[in-house]
């Protein structure tokens, strides 16, 4: 269910998500790790009171000093090297009365006798102003404000007596951490001892950790929004434009591309505009094109099948002593068949070049042995049958190099053949010349001896279904040169034609790029 609807997000809200999901996860071990780094240094603070608080037990027990205000003093006096490093160190009897405290060493005796409810001191409610290192079973009332005599009656009452409890303050902007713990000896007991330290460097770590969190996730959060604005200003809308512009296409809209400023972008997504532009264009067309070519071929067709149907309903009225009538009108009608079979041979010939040609790919080729192959083949059949020789020569270079695609090359050269031939006498001559010319292009010329061109326009011989040849009606469908050419542009060359200047004849040359 949560991947289906994943699916169905923009690119911008898929982003948006994944960082959020990021970012919380990154968020959570944050809370955990801040959570836990307190404590952490507490409890390397409190161990170090323990440790402290063990030494003074032992040295207590030792000299047998009594837990009296007189006792606690001298001792305090005598081993003051001992708590120098501490802020506070407290001595309490077993009635929780205060009798020695290093913050009165320096002042009056008499405050040795101090009863501890006078010194009173607030503390935090639970979640910011009071924590506990470890899990004691001390009851205190979290909704009102405690003494240090409640927190010590709690623990005096406790099932943990006898072991260390450690407890935080904050009062006027100061982080105290004390632990207490019980004296006991021949397991009676005899007090207790406090040890309280100043431990702002804990709070300022913590508050710089924190600080730090909320800089980075703030900063964090900004660096995602200025990419999230570049990611749709200049990534994700350029893509919707495409995505409309094939809509449009699909739909056969009118209205306006929209991609004229994404094609002018260097980066990949003005490639793949203007890639997709180009094959839209190509498509386009080509379904032009075979429109255009299936209206032309209809109505090449239907003028023998015009003239079939005149032949035929002229034929069944013809008195069949008429021979010379009927033969002429039989051969009328063997013409239409042909031209009829010619178009449409012709038709589905092309239809297959367009699909070959998609999938086919140009490579570096030298034409001079694939002329020459095609000449061979050609003069084996035709001076045999009709005498027709075909000459072939070259300028004597040693590679004539284009790109292209081979068996194209031998259907161009094939097609200019065939099509000299069958306007060259029996007995005639064809010329192949092969050379290099001024501009450094391939030349290729295919020379007749026949009757040349009628038309003053010879560009007119490469359109579509265009004969100039009525004798020749069956024998031709119009479209060997107009796919001649299509071959010939589609390796970045031309093609001319001409009638020769010495002689009577034609001249068809092709030129090709040479790399």
Known sequence: MFSKYLKTLSILKKFLFINFVIFTIIG?????????IQPSLIKKKSQNHKNIINNTIDNIL????????????????????????????????DQLNLIGD????????????????????????????????????????????????????????????????TFTQEDFNKFNVTTIKN???????????????NANEIKTAIDERKAFVIRTAISVGFVILIFSFVL?????????????????????????????????????LGLLSNSLEDMTNELQNRVTHAENFSTDLVHEIRNPLASLKSASEILQDTNNN?????????????????????LITDYSQMLKDEVALSKEKMKKINVEPIIQSVVDDYNNIHQVKTGIKIEYK????????????????????????????????????????VSINEKKQISIKIIDEGQGFKEKDTSRIFKRFYSNRPEKFGEHSGLGLNIVKNLVELHDGEIVASNRIDKEGAMIEIRFPNV
Do not use: C, W
């Open 28 to 36: 959570l071990f944050t809370f955990i790790y801040l959570n836990n």
């Open 62 to 93: 030792r000299l047998d000093v009594k837990f009296q205000s007189d006792d606690i003093r001298r001792f305090l006096f005598s081993t003051r090297f001992i708590f120098q490093n501490l802020d506070r160190v407290i001595f309490f009897d």
């Open 102 to 165: 290093t913050d009165t060493l320096d002042l009056d005796p008499r405050s040795f006798s101090t009863r501890l409810d006078k010194i009173e001191l607030e503390i935090l409610d639970n979640e910011e102003k009071e924590k506990t290192i470890e899990e004691k079973n001390i009851k205190i009332d979290e909704k009102k404000p405690v003494s240090f005599k409640d927190i010590l009656k709690n623990y005096s009452s406790s099932e943990d007596l006898g072991d260390p409890y």
């Open 183 to 197: 004296v006991t000896k021949n397991e009676i007991n005899l007090g207790y001892i406090a040890i309280t330290e």
């Open 232 to 268: 749709s200003r200049y990534f994700i809308k350029p893509i919707q434009n495409l995505v409309g512009y094939t809509i449009r296409i699909k739909e056969k809209s009118q209205a306006k591309p929209g991609i004229e400023n994404l094609k002018k972008r260097n980066d990949e």
């Open 322 to 342: 008429n021979n010379e009538q009927r033969n002429r009108l039989l051969n009328i009608l063997s013409h239409d068949v042909q031209r009829i079979e010619r």
């Open 394 to 433: 070259n300028d004597g270079k040693d590679k004539y190099l284009i790109n292209g695609i081979e068996n194209r090359i031998e259907q161009i050269i094939a097609n200019l053949l065939d099509n000299s031939i069958s306007f060259s006498k029996d007995g005639g001559n064809v010329f192949v010349d």
